[in-house]
C-alpha cells in the first residue's frame, strides 16, 4: 500500500504538516524512546567528518556531532526546520533528498538519512545522489521503520508514503551499493520505555539481557574504493 498518487503530492503533505523536532523531543536523551536509534548513527561517524544530514529536520542527528568536531551539512524540505537547525549550528538548506546536485561528487565523508526514505514517492533517485555525494570509502548510515515494527502495524507513520519489506530496502541499496560492503541491524527502543509500557521482550542475549522487538531497520553501506 502506498498513500501518495506523485511526488509533488507527498511533498507537499510533509511540507504542509510535518513541524516534529526532534531536538525538542530530547532525541539522544538516554531516556527517551529513540536514543538506541540516535546512537546508531552518531556512534559511527568519526572525528572531524565532513556529513551530510539528509531530511536534517531540526538538526536532531546533527547537533550530536558538532561536539566531535564535525562539519554538518543538512537539507530538509520544511523551510521552519532548516531555520532551527541553522541556528544549532547545522549548515542547513532547504531541498529534497532526491536531488543534492547543489553538493559536489565524492564530497562527504558520511551521508546520514534518518526516518525519511519511508516519506519519499520513489527513494531510489535519494539513494543514487548519497552515493554519489559520498567520497569513496565514505559511509551512508539510514534508519527506516522496521517491518514488524509498531509503526507498520497495518497501517503507515505520520506522512510516510510506503513501508519497507527487508527485500525492498535490499533492492534499494544494492542498486548502488555493493552488498559485501552493507551491514544490516535491528534497533529497539531502549529497555526502560519497552519495561515502561509492558512491551514483551523476544528472548534473551548471551548475557541473559532482555531483547526487546525492533523498531527500526539500520543500514549502513560503504562506497566501494576506485
Not at 537539507?75 to 526546520?81: A, F, P, T
Not at 529534497?96 to 533517485?125: I, N, Q, T, W
Not at 554519489?132 to 503507515?156: A, D, N, Q, W
Amino acid at each position: 500500500y502506498m498513500r501518495f498518487k506523485s511526488k509533488e503530492e507527498a511533498q507537499a503533505s510533509h511540507i504542509d504538516n510535518y513541524r516534529s523536532d526532534g531536538v525538542l523531543k530530547q532525541y539522544g536523551n538516554p531516556y527517551q524512546s529513540h536514543y538506541n536509534r540516535i546512537r546508531y548513527f552518531v556512534d559511527q561517524v568519526p572525528e572531524s567528518s565532513k556529513v551530510l544530514d539528509v531530511g536534517c529536520n531540526g538538526g536532531s542527528l546533527g547537533v550530536h556531532l558538532l561536539s566531535k568536531d564535525c562539519h554538518v551539512n543538512g537539507i530538509d524540505l520544511v523551510d521552519n526546520l532548516v531555520e532551527k537547525a541553522k541556528r544549532r549550528g547545522i549548515y542547513a538548506e532547504q531541498g529534497e533528498a532526491e536531488d543534492l546536485s547543489r553538493y559536489k561528487s565524492d564530497f562527504f565523508d558520511v551521508v546520514m538519512c534518518g526516518e525519511v526514505l519511508e516519506h519519499l514517492y520513489d527513494p531510489f533517485p535519494a539513494v543514487k545522489e548519497a552515493y554519489r555525494v559520498l567520497k569513496p570509502g565514505g559511509k551512508y548510515i539510514i534508519t527506516v521503520p522496521h517491518p514488524s515494527s509498531f509503526m507498520c502495524e497495518e497501517k503507515l507513520g505520520d506522512y510516510h508514503h510506503q513501508n519497507f519489506t527487508l527485500e525492498i530496502l535490499n533492492t534499494l541499496i544494492y542498486s548502488c551499493f555493493k552488498k559485501d560492503k552493507a551491514t544490516i541491524v535491528e534497533i529497539p527502543y531502549i529497555d526502560h520505555f519497552c519495561i515502561s509500557e509492558g512491551i514483551k521482550p523476544i528472548g534473551l542475549d548471551s548475557e541473559n539481557n532482555h531483547i526487546f522487538p525492533p523498531q527500526w531497520v539500520g543500514i549502513t553501506a560503504v562506497k566501494e574504493k576506485e
